[in-house]
């Protein structure tokens, strides 16, 4: 068993997934600009972000289990409680990311701004998941709890709710307008069936299907990179859309001033 490998498909999953968002972040650029309007929020363009979204989510619940087990297996942490204080720091690191990309978007695009993000959502869901981490040898628990979770949010989403305090949660107010929304519900259950799918297919940190390896080909090799490298790239990818579209002297930098 080497405990230092990482597995490659992960990452080209996720690097993957980075490539996918670039693409569909380009496209809400020229809507958003109004280059170009042919985003109207129904079928492939309802159904792209989302699977987008779906992908990374999944693969940190999936993530979130490698970490754990690896740790378990290795030792690292003598006392359970030195197990949460990691998850708790990178969550709330995490978290604060998000906060800083709500302090981005409410400067620049004003009423459209960020109140609840991917970002802000995989920081608590660190730290909330860590029961399902703990208690990983009941990995059923994670399935159960994931499509409840997926269920409920499902459901609150057919109403929507004259308070915001609760809008991290899923319930939505009405008229809602901002440029990424992922609350817990239904999020926090693809993260409790991706921990669930680690535990089967990555049981005590090994690889439980055959799979060839390809990490050395150099396509493979570049997804692998954008997906050891997606928070950063998540960070920048937009500037530089936006700089691109502006050297191509198709949007007014006015527009965020």
């Keep these: 068993m080497n405990l230092q490998v990482r597995f490659w498909e992960i990452d080209l999953l996720r690097g993957l997934a980075v490539l996918l968002m670039i693409a569909y972040h380009f496209i809400f650029d020229l809507y958003f600009f109004g280059i170009y309007s042919f985003?109207?929020?129904?079928?492939?363009?309802?159904f792209f972000p989302r699977i987008i979204a779906f992908i990374f989510i999944f693969l940190v619940g999936v993530s979130l289990y490698l970490s754990y087990t690896r740790a378990d297996i290795l030792g690292y942490y003598c006392e359970e409680r030195y197990f949460f204080f990691k998850?708790?720091?990178?969550?709330?690191?995490?978290f604060f990311l998000g906060i800083l990309i709500t302090l981005v978007t409410w400067i620049f695009i004003k009423e459209e701004f960020i109140i609840?993000?991917?970002?802000?959502?995989?920081?608590?869901?660190?730290?909330?998941?860590?029961?399902?981490?703990?208690?990983?040898?009941?990995?059923?628990?994670?399935?159960?709890?994931?499509?409840?979770?997926?269920?409920?949010?499902?459901?609150?989403?057919?109403?929507?709710?004259?308070?915001?305090?609760?809008?991290w949660m899923g319930f939505i107010p009405?008229?809602?307008?901002?440029?990424?929304?992922?609350?817990?519900?239904?999020?926090?259950?693809?993260v409790s069936l991706g921990i669930f799918a680690g535990s089967i297919l990555y049981r005590n940190y090994q690889r439980r299907f055959k799979l060839r390896d390809l990490s050395r080909y150099k396509p493979v090799k570049a997804f692998i990179f954008f997906g050891r490298h997606s928070l950063i790239i998540y960070f920048i990818h937009q500037p530089i859309l936006i700089a691109f579209l502006y050297l191509m002297g198709v949007i007014d930098i006015s527009y965020f001033l």
Aim: aromatic share 24%; glycine share 8%.
């Design 174 to 190: 009405p008229n809602l307008v901002t440029v990424d929304y992922f609350p817990l519900l239904p999020w926090l259950g693809v």
């Design 87 to 94: 998850y708790l720091k990178r969550g709330i690191w995490i």
């Design 39 to 46: 985003i109207n929020y129904s079928g492939i363009y309802w």
């Design 116 to 167: 609840f993000g991917i970002l802000h959502f995989i920081g608590l869901a660190i730290i909330l998941q860590y029961p399902f981490l703990r208690f990983k040898r009941y990995k059923y628990l994670s399935l159960i709890s994931g499509l409840v979770f997926i269920s409920t949010g499902l459901y609150l989403n057919t109403f929507t709710f004259n308070f915001l305090w609760l809008i």
